[in-house]
């Protein structure tokens, strides 16, 4: 299986900050790579397709990057409603997809 | 705007099985691939499995001999059922449109979740 690593695992933040998420993958997955934000009690939500294509309705100040085996989610400047964990999810290996532990971003 | 809803039992005892149901609503199920997933408490999410309308399933390897995805395309229903449960299958369990754009794909959109605690 395809491991993808997260890191941190947690990040206190501020309103405002720009925030960075890392995805490491365990091989090359190339661009394969999803990335979802979650809010308990409501449903995950994709954020970014394809390492870098932004879904549709998703604020432009949340952006992805990467290739091969290290990815980035970067926010901008944090707005309050951005305070949610966040996971990536490789989709190179079919149908056994991997994802990552999550980054929680708190105050 | 499609939304998917899970349902079913939130206490499961041990050795039984587990069964949930997931419900698309505001859009069709033919012609797409439904998935479900999981989240352990304090762990990463699992891929459970997957299923075609029109009936064909991939389970994960770790899972796939106690694992069952059906599909009533009349009911725009899939469900879940997991034999043989202990503590280690207490989850949220998701289910979610596997959205295909070859050669890559993702999960849009997901439902809420679902606590199934396994115990006596």
């Known amino acids: 299986d395809i491991q993808m690593t997260q890191s941190p695992s947690s990040l206190s933040t501020s309103v405002g900050d720009r925030v960075t998420i890392t995805c490491r993958a365990s091989q090359n997955i190339t661009y394969h790579l999803n990335w979802y934000q979650y809010k308990p009690g409501k449903p995950p939500k994709l954020l970014i397709y394809a390492a870098s294509g932004s879904q549709s309705g998703v604020p432009s100040r949340f952006s992805g990057s990467g290739s091969g085996t290290e990815f980035t989610l970067t926010i901008s400047s944090l707005q309050p409603e951005d305070f949610a964990t966040y996971f990536c999810q490789q989709s190179y290996s079919t149908p056994l997809c991997t994802f990552g532990q999550g980054t929680k971003l708190e105050v | 705007q499609v939304h998917l809803q899970e349902s079913g039992p939130g206490l499961v005892k041990p050795s039984e099985t587990l069964s949930l149901t997931c419900t698309v609503s505001?859009?069709?199920?033919?012609?797409?691939?439904w998935s479900w997933i999981r989240q352990p408490p304090g762990e990463g999410l699992e891929w459970i499995g997957n299923?075609?309308?029109?009936?064909?399933?991939a389970y994960n390897p770790s899972l796939k001999s106690r694992v069952t995805i059906l599909v009533d395309t009349s009911k725009n229903q899939f469900s879940l059922k997991l034999s043989s449960v202990t503590a280690a299958d207490t989850a949220i369990y998701f289910c979610?449109?596997?959205?295909?754009?070859?050669?890559?794909?993702?999960?849009?959109?997901w439902g809420q979740g679902t606590l199934v605690a396994v115990s006596s």
């Open positions: 979610a449109r596997l959205v295909r754009f070859y050669p890559t794909y993702w999960f849009d959109p």
């Open positions: 299923i075609f309308y029109n009936g064909i399933t």
């Open positions: 505001s859009g069709s199920i033919n012609n797409h691939y």
